[in-house]
C-alpha cells in the first residue's frame, strides 16, 4: 500500500509542476505583448525628436533669408507628420526601406513636395536635399512551449484502490443505497406489468365469459343453417349413445340364482330393440338388411319407397345403431326403391346398394346423403332390378358381383361404376317363352369367386361360372339344376365356415311356403351333358305363408333362423329337430328379410311396417364341443 502511495504521490506531484510551468508561459507571453507596445510607442517619440533636431540644426545653418521659409515648411511638415502618426498604422509612409512614399494630404495643407530645394551660397545652389523617410510596422510575438514528452508505465497506469478517497467517488453506502434503490424500482415496474398482464388476462377471460346477446334476426340465421343442425345432430347422437346404458339398479343379489334359474327356463329369443322412425320408415318396407363386419353395433336397412309421399326419396337406406334407439345413425337416399344393401368388409366407411331401376349404388358415411358414385343407366349395365349383390375377394382385390332379374350378371370395381369389368348373360333354351334367367338372389360358397348359385323367379338355382374350366364353360350351368320350389326363391344361402367341412351345404326360402336344404355339386366336376335334376336333403315345410328368407348362424353349425309373411321369427336346431322349430317368436307383422350379427348372438329382422327387431339369441348361438359331430351325422342321414 505504501508503494501506491508514493506512485500517486508522484503523480500528483508531476500535474502540479506541469500547471505551474503553464501559468509561467501564460505570464512571459502577457509580458512580451506589453514589452512591444511600449517600444513602439518609444520609438515613434524618438524619431519625431531626431526629426525635429535635423531640421532644427539644418535650420541654423542656413541665412536668415530663409528662415521664415524653413521655418513654415518644417512646422508644416512637423504638422503633418503629427497628424500622420495616427494613421501610420493604416497607411505607412513607405511601403519598403529606403524608397520615398508620397505623405497623404490634410485637409487645408497641400502634400509636401518629396525633396526641398537647398538655399544658395555665394550665388550658386548648394542642391536639393532629400528629407529622410521613415517606417514603421508592428508584429505580435507567441511563445510556444516545447512539445513535452511524457512516458508512461504500467505501475504508473495503475490506481490505487486504497488510495485517499476522491470528492467524486460514491461511498460503498451511497452505492448500496442507490443499488437497493433501482431494484426497489425495477421490482415496482415488474409488478405493475404483472398487475396490468393479469388485469388484461381477466378483462379478455371475462369477455370470452360474458354472454353474447342476439338478435332476433341472428338467431334465427344461426338456427336455420346446415352446419347448426348438423353440430346438433351429431353432439345429440352422441349424448343418446352415452346413455343408452341399461342397469337395473333395483337388483337383489341376494335373489340371483333365483332370477337366473327363471331365464334359463323361460324364453331364451326375445326382443332387445325395435327400431322405427316416422321420418325415415312410415309407410316404407324393409327390403333387406345387413350388419357391419367393423362396428357390430351397426345394422343397415334398405327401404322401398313410399306410395303415400311422393315429395320424398324413392329409396332410403338407414344405418341404426344399436346404442342409439331413436333414430338411425346415418340416412342414405336413393333415386329409386333400395332392393338390397350390404356392407363392404374391406372398406367400413362404404354402403353398396342394389336399386329397382337397376342402378348400382355407392355411398360413403364419411359424406354427404346422396350416393357418391351409381352405374349410368346404359345397356352396358342393368337396366331391370338389381334383388342378388355380394363383395367378393381379398382387401387387395375384391368385386362387387350383381344381377338383375333380365339374367344379367356383372362384376364391379367399387371405385369405378361407369362400366362392368364383365358381363354374363344367363340364358336358358329350354325355357318356353324367353331365353332370359330371372335371378332373385346369389351366393358363394366360402372361398369361392369363380363360381356361385342363382335362384331365380321360377323356383329352380342354377350354377354359374365366372370362367371357362375344364368341362365346363363360362355361363350358367342348365343342365344341373337344384330343382325343386314351385315358387319364385326369395332367398340363397350358403352354410358358412365351422369345424367341419359344411360349405357345400345351402338353404333356399321360398314363396312356396318352404325351406330347402341342398348339397352343392362341385364346382371341379365336369358338367353334365343331359339334364340332371339335383334333390334336395330335406324339405322344411312347418310354415303358414311365404318365407322371405333364411340364414345359417355363424357361431352354430346346425342353427338357422327363417322369417315368413306371418310374422313369425323362427329359430332351427337340427341337431334337436329337423321338423319344428326350437324358439319362434311373432311380431305381428310380415317380416320381410333377416340378418345374424358376426357373432351370432344377436338377429336383425325387418318387418313390412318398416320396423327393425332385434333379438338375442341366447345360448343357442354358443355351440357345444360335440354339435359338429351331430350335425356330420345329421347330415349323412338326410342324404341317404
Not at 435 to 462: I, Q
Request: aromatic share 8%.
Amino acid at each position: 500500500m505504501d508503494h501506491r502511495r508514493e506512485e500517486l504521490e508522484k503523480k500528483r506531484a508531476k500535474l502540479a509542476e506541469l500547471r505551474r510551468q503553464r501559468e509561467e508561459r501564460k505570464r512571459a507571453a502577457v509580458q512580451a505583448r506589453e514589452q512591444q507596445t511600449t517600444g513602439s510607442s518609444k520609438m515613434d517619440t524618438q524619431d519625431i525628436n531626431d526629426l525635429v533636431n535635423s531640421l532644427v540644426g539644418d535650420r541654423a545653418r542656413s541665412p536668415s533669408s530663409q528662415a521664415g521659409t524653413g521655418t513654415a515648411r518644417l512646422s508644416r511638415e512637423a504638422s503633418g507628420i503629427g497628424r500622420d502618426r495616427s494613421i501610420s498604422s493604416a497607411t505607412s509612409i513607405g511601403t519598403q526601406m529606403g524608397s520615398p512614399v508620397p505623405r497623404a494630404a490634410t485637409p487645408g495643407m497641400a502634400a509636401s513636395p518629396p525633396a526641398v530645394e537647398a538655399p544658395t551660397v555665394g550665388g550658386m545652389a548648394a542642391g536639393p536635399r532629400v528629407l529622410p523617410e521613415f517606417k514603421t510596422s508592428s508584429m505580435v510575438i507567441f511563445d510556444f512551449p516545447p512539445k513535452e514528452r511524457i512516458v508512461y508505465n504500467k505501475e504508473m497506469q495503475t490506481v490505487d484502490s486504497a488510495a485517499e478517497p476522491d470528492e467524486n467517488l460514491l461511498t460503498e453506502e451511497e452505492i448500496e443505497r442507490r443499488v437497493q434503490e433501482i431494484r426497489t424500482k425495477d421490482e415496482a415496474v415488474r409488478a405493475a406489468k404483472e398487475e396490468e398482464r393479469a388485469r388484461r388476462e381477466a378483462e379478455a377471460k371475462a369477455r370470452e365469459n360474458e354472454i353474447r346477446r342476439l338478435t332476433d334476426e341472428q338467431r334465427a340465421s344461426i338456427l336455420e343453417s346446415s352446419e347448426f343442425a348438423a353440430f346438433i345432430d351429431q353432439r345429440s347422437r352422441v349424448m343418446e349413445r352415452a346413455l343408452d346404458e341399461e342397469y337395473d339398479f333395483m337388483v337383489d343379489y341376494t335373489l340371483a340364482a333365483a332370477t337366473e334359474a327363471e331365464d334359463a327356463g323361460g324364453e331364451q329369443l326375445k326382443l332387445a330393440l325395435e327400431f322405427h322412425d316416422d321420418r325415415v320408415s312410415r309407410g316404407r318396407s324393409v327390403m333387406d338388411l345387413a350388419w357391419s363386419s367393423r362396428f357390430p353395433e351397426l345394422v343397415a336397412a334398405a327401404y322401398n319407397r313410399n306410395p303415400m309421399a311422393p315429395n320424398e326419396p324413392d329409396g332410403v337406406v338407414a344405418i341404426w345403431n344399436t346404442h342409439l334407439r331413436e333414430r338411425p345413425e346415418f340416412v342414405f337416399y336413393a333415386p329409386s326403391d333400395v332392393l338390397r344393401v350390404s356392407f363392404s368388409d374391406f372398406n367400413p366407411n362404404i354402403v353398396v346398394g342394389g336399386a329397382y331401376s337397376g342402378q348400382i349404388l355407392l355411398w360413403d358415411t364419411r359424406a354427404k346423403a346422396f350416393p357418391v358414385l351409381k352405374t349410368p343407366l346404359t345397356a352396358s349395365g342393368h337396366t331391370h332390378p338389381v334383388y342378388a349383390l355380394n363383395v367378393v375377394g381379398s382387401t387387395n382385390a375384391h368385386q362387387l358381383i350383381s344381377a338383375s332379374t333380365d339374367g344379367l350378371v356383372c362384376s364391379w370395381q367399387l371405385d369405378m361404376l361407369a362400366q362392368p369389368q364383365e358381363a354374363i348373360e344367363l340364358t336358358h333354351p329350354a325355357h318356353l317363352r324367353t331365353d332370359e334367367v330371372s335371378v332373385t338372389c346369389l351366393d358363394f360358397a366360402d372361398n369361392e369367386t369363380a363360381a356361385f348359385v342363382v335362384g331365380t323367379a321360377e323356383g329352380v338355382a342354377y350354377q354359374v361360372n365366372r370362367y371357362d374350366r375344364a368341362g365346363s364353360k363360362a355361363g350358367l350351368n342348365g343342365f344341373d339344376a337344384y330343382r325343386a320350389h314351385a315358387a319364385p326363391i326369395n332367398s340363397l344361402n350358403f352354410h358358412p365356415p365351422a369345424a367341419a367341412d359344411f360349405t357345400d351345404l345351402f338353404l333356399t326360402a321360398s314363396s312356396d311356403w318352404t325351406v330347402r336344404l341342398w348339397r352343392a355339386r362341385p364346382t371341379a366336376k365336369p358338367a353334365s351333358t343331359a339334364p340332371a335334376d339335383i334333390k334336395p336333403l330335406h324339405v322344411f315345410d312347418a310354415f303358414d305363408d311365404y318365407v322371405y328368407d333364411a340364414r345359417w348362424s355363424p357361431a352354430h353349425p346346425s342353427v338357422f333362423a327363417s322369417v315368413d309373411g306371418t310374422g313369425r321369427l323362427a329359430l332351427w336346431n337340427l341337431n334337436q329337430d329337423v321338423e319344428l322349430p326350437v324358439q319362434s317368436v311373432t311380431s305381428g307383422r310380415a317380416l320381410n328379410k333377416l340378418a345374424w350379427d358376426r357373432p351370432g348372438r344377436r338377429i336383425a329382422a325387418g318387418g313390412a311396417d318398416g320396423s327393425v327387431y332385434i333379438y338375442d339369441v341366447g345360448d343357442l348361438s354358443t355351440p357345444r364341443p360335440d354339435d359338429c359331430a351331430k350335425f356330420a351325422r345329421v347330415v349323412a342321414d338326410l342324404s341317404s
